[in-house]
């Protein structure tokens, strides 16, 4: 066997440990949990589905970022948990307020990342806080549609667009890449239509 050929299955082997050995355990946790009990034969069983299924119908590995800070981590959980507790309140006192809603807006938001992931987990991360969700994105362009409820004044709907700014570089500084995390001091494309 040649060197090349040896260094090419060592480089495919050490691909696999990388990315399906975790989506295989992973699948077979998910197995067990679905089925909610932790029997060799479940276990087993989620084994023999997790291969079939990474084998079958196998996806392109994932490029993350060897970047992650527990302190960082950590500051995003409470900022972003503040905002959802916040949001949480605000939209149950629009329901329950005798005016109702009067106004919402959608927002244009430019984001600074142009990494996939980091856009994808920024993105879900924006949309689990109460009163406003993700209507469209746009990788390319690096933006992201905001329904927002209850937006009545301006400072509304900017408070809007910061908070989900805030929560994007949240993300990066916690576990974005060096280019991404470079990227949060270059100024934003100018937003054109």
Known sequence: MSDSRRYTNARRMA???????PLVAGLTVLWALLWGNWT????????????????????????????????????FLVVW???????????????????GVRTSSIVLVQLHTTSEMTFTLSTIAI?????????????????????????ER????????????TIEALVIRAIGSKQDVSELSEPLPEVTR
């Open 15 to 21: 691909l696999a440990w990388r990315y399906d050995v």
């Open 40 to 75: 060799p034969l479940t276990l087993l069983c989620g084994l023999v589905v997790a291969l079939l299924v990474t084998q079958l119908l196998p996806l392109p590995p994932v490029p993350l970022s060897a970047r992650f800070s527990v302190l960082h981590v950590l500051r």
């Open 81 to 99: 948990a503040g905002y959802v507790v916040a949001a949480s309140f605000r939209v149950a006192w629009v329901a329950v307020r005798p005016r």
């Open 127 to 151: 949309s689990l806080v109460p009163g406003s969700y993700v209507i469209d994105e746009d990788l390319r362009r690096r933006r992201l549609l905001l329904h927002v409820l209850d937006t």
């Open 154 to 165: 301006t400072d509304q709907v900017d408070h809007a667009r910061r908070e989900a700014m």
